[in-house]
């Protein structure tokens, strides 16, 4: 909660945001299994097994962009310069997903395009890729100002489309950049430190947190344990292609 303010506040923009999020789901015929699942099963969900959910399968990331629009679901749209979806293949193997945009990225209107993202880039292409080939998002689509951590009613706004892109593109393979992404993808309170170094499951994909970029800017050490991380995804991936 930002400091100084009132509880109540925070509470109706939280609730504000759910009634939205759920709104937005039941126009578009999605799952709302959600709603009766506790919050430490909703990693093991998967949203493609739901009977019915055709449409939901075969939502491109086009539709999900243009479902976004010009959004105001939560309070961030009053101080972000651009909405930052997220970009790369939609057919991507593998989804790097950071925690929210920075100053950088809020004026160009792409993920990781500051410092940060200058470092994530030589780690895509040292795995052979390019980021073209693979994709990348953010969980909030908008800056939070200060870059402070994304409030649970932002989170609440922006995590179903996050979910969309996620099934549109069906990667083989999820990296989550940093703490704040990798607990919020796994609703896990675990530090980065224990959770890195192997896979876990978000919606039956194969999720492998890691350090983020920017901590690596600071704490160069810990470059030798991404790469173990990241020789890891890529060993899967060179393990479904030979399956």
Same mark, same amino acid.
């Given at each position: 909660?930002?400091?100084? *303010?009132?509880?109540?506040?925070?509470?109706?923009?939280?609730?504000?945001?759910?009634?939205?999020?759920?709104?937005?789901?039941?126009?578009?015929?999605?799952?709302?299994?959600?709603?009766?699942?506790?919050?430490?099963?909703?990693?093991?969900?998967?949203?493609?097994?739901?009977?019915?959910?055709?449409?939901?399968?075969?939502?491109?990331? #086009?539709?999900?962009?243009?479902?976004?629009?010009?959004?105001?679901?939560?309070?961030?749209?009053?101080?972000?310069?651009?909405?930052?979806?997220?970009?790369?293949?939609?057919?991507?193997?593998?989804?790097?997903?950071?925690?929210?945009?920075?100053?950088?990225?809020?004026?160009?209107?792409?993920?990781?395009?500051?410092?940060?993202? #200058?470092?994530?880039? &030589?780690?895509?292409?040292?795995?052979?890729?390019?980021?073209?080939?693979?994709?990348?998002?953010?969980?909030?689509?908008?800056?939070?100002?200060?870059?402070?951590?994304?409030?649970?009613?932002?989170?609440?706004?922006?995590?179903?489309?996050?979910?969309? #892109?996620?099934?549109?593109?069906?990667?083989?393979?999820?990296?989550?950049?940093?703490?704040?992404?990798?607990?919020?993808?796994?609703?896990?309170?675990?530090?980065?430190?224990?959770?890195?170094?192997?896979?876990?499951?978000?919606?039956?994909?194969?999720?492998?947190?890691?350090?983020?970029?920017?901590?690596?800017?600071?704490?160069?050490?810990? &470059?030798?344990?991404?790469?173990?991380?990241?020789?890891?995804?890529?060993?899967?991936? *060179?393990?479904?292609? &030979?399956?």
């Amino acid at each position: 909660m930002v400091a100084g *303010q009132d509880p109540s506040v925070e509470l109706l923009e939280i609730i504000d945001s759910l009634i939205t999020a759920i709104t937005l789901d039941r126009e578009k015929n999605h799952p709302l299994s959600y709603l009766g699942v506790e919050r430490s099963d909703v990693s093991s969900v998967h949203y493609a097994e739901v009977p019915g959910n055709d449409e939901f399968e075969k939502e491109t990331l #086009q539709a999900v962009h243009a479902s976004l629009g010009d959004c105001r679901r939560c309070g961030l749209h009053a101080t972000r310069r651009n909405i930052v979806f997220g970009e790369g293949s939609s057919r991507a193997q593998v989804v790097f997903v950071g925690e929210a945009p920075g100053e950088d990225e809020d004026r160009q209107g792409r993920p990781f395009v500051g410092r940060a993202g #200058q470092l994530l880039t &030589k780690i895509i292409e040292a795995m052979s890729l390019t980021r073209g080939e693979v994709y990348i998002c953010n969980i909030l689509k908008c800056r939070p100002p200060g870059n402070r951590n994304p409030l649970p009613g932002e989170i609440l706004a922006c995590e179903p489309f996050l979910i969309r #892109q996620m099934e549109a593109i069906k990667p083989r393979v999820i990296c989550a950049l940093g703490t704040f992404a990798a607990r919020t993808l796994l609703k896990n309170e675990a530090p980065i430190t224990t959770m890195r170094g192997r896979f876990h499951n978000y919606h039956g994909i194969p999720l492998m947190p890691t350090y983020h970029p920017a901590y690596l800017l600071r704490n160069a050490s810990a &470059k030798k344990l991404v790469w173990e991380d990241v020789q890891q995804i890529m060993k899967r991936l *060179q393990t479904v292609e &030979k399956s």
